[in-house]
């Protein structure tokens, strides 16, 4: 057996779990510290994500790639655009709100999952995912509301940009559903990932020229790196691989950690603390996810 293969044998599902969102609630912080543009930031992130995990997917899954067919990549370079436009909302959304409020508006993507899986895939919708839809949009509508939020130089703009982001991410699972059930979850990101990465990379061009890919200096490099490890790699990756050794419901429910992982971060290490409105509006947002997530 490979030395990945007795690493995934060896770590409990659950500690490995416990890991991936203390990583996935760096990911705010470290946007915070670059300097570089949100577009160039995004496409690395992406970018060293799939060049950290190519080396496996082609070491282990070189038939996988062979078996896609062109209708397969369409659809993810599809699935890509929208990734593509979650990671730059969100990312934009940082500079004009709080972490807090941000993470958490771009956590409730599991709300718009459960709506558009009803509109437009006819999926029948329980009434408790309808009473945990109409709670999370409560408290989403707190967190917006003019005077809620302390914190950032247009707090309404940054959370209407982070519930864009949490559209585009609703939009990303709801279209890879089918791709995921025939695909092994490593060739399916790095299909997507790399879609999402030409993307931004195509935007980041048509906006400015080709030296604000690279006039950086080490710090920001690392930060990238720092990007791609923490959030990318260790974070979503790990909470994919997740969700084939723990039920779905523990693995929804852990997601509502990194709101919480995130704002003590930036309470700690960007001292800042979000008003009360915004506390309030997150809990009720956060209890809307956990019971939207709840139901099929």
Not at 135 to 155: Q, W
Not at 169 to 192: E, F, M, T
Not at 195 to 216: D, F, H, K, N, R
Request: aromatic share 8%; net charge positive.
């Amino acid at each position: 057996m490979n030395p990945l293969g007795r690493l995934e044998q060896r770590t409990p599902p659950l500690v490995a779990l416990a890991i991936a969102i203390v990583a996935v609630s760096t990911s705010a912080i470290l946007v915070r510290w670059s300097e570089a543009p949100n577009l160039v930031k995004a496409f690395y992130r992406v970018l060293f994500t799939t060049l950290l995990l190519t080396p496996l997917a082609v070491g282990r899954y070189r038939d996988a790639f062979a078996r896609l067919t062109r209708r397969d990549f369409l659809t993810s370079g599809v699935i890509g655009v929208a990734l593509a436009v979650h990671f730059a909302a969100w990312f934009e959304s940082l500079d004009w709100t709080s972490v807090a409020a941000s993470v958490t508006l771009v956590q409730s993507q599991p709300v718009f999952v459960a709506i558009g899986a009803a509109a437009f895939l006819a999926e029948r919708i329980r009434r408790r995912t309808v009473v945990g839809i109409l709670v999370a949009l409560v408290g989403m509508t707190l967190m917006t509301l003019p005077g809620a939020e302390l914190t950032g130089t247009r707090p309404i703009f940054g959370n209407a940009l982070a519930v864009v982001g949490a559209v585009m991410a609703a939009i990303y699972v709801l279209a890879g559903r089918s791709l995921r059930q025939r695909i092994d979850l490593i060739p399916y990101v790095i299909v997507v990932y790399s879609a999402c990465a030409a993307t931004l990379l195509l935007v980041t061009l048509v906006e400015g020229s080709p030296i604000a890919l690279t006039a950086y200096p080490p710090r920001e490099w690392l930060l990238f790196l720092g990007m791609a490890i923490g959030p990318g790699v260790l974070g979503h990756t790990v909470i994919n691989w997740s969700l084939k050794h723990v039920e779905s419901s523990v693995v929804s429910v852990s997601l509502l950690g990194e709101p919480v992982g995130s704002a003590i971060l930036a309470a700690w290490l960007l001292a800042e603390i979000p008003g009360l409105p915004t506390v309030v509006g997150g809990a009720i947002v956060l209890t809307g996810i956990y019971v939207t997530s709840r139901g099929p």
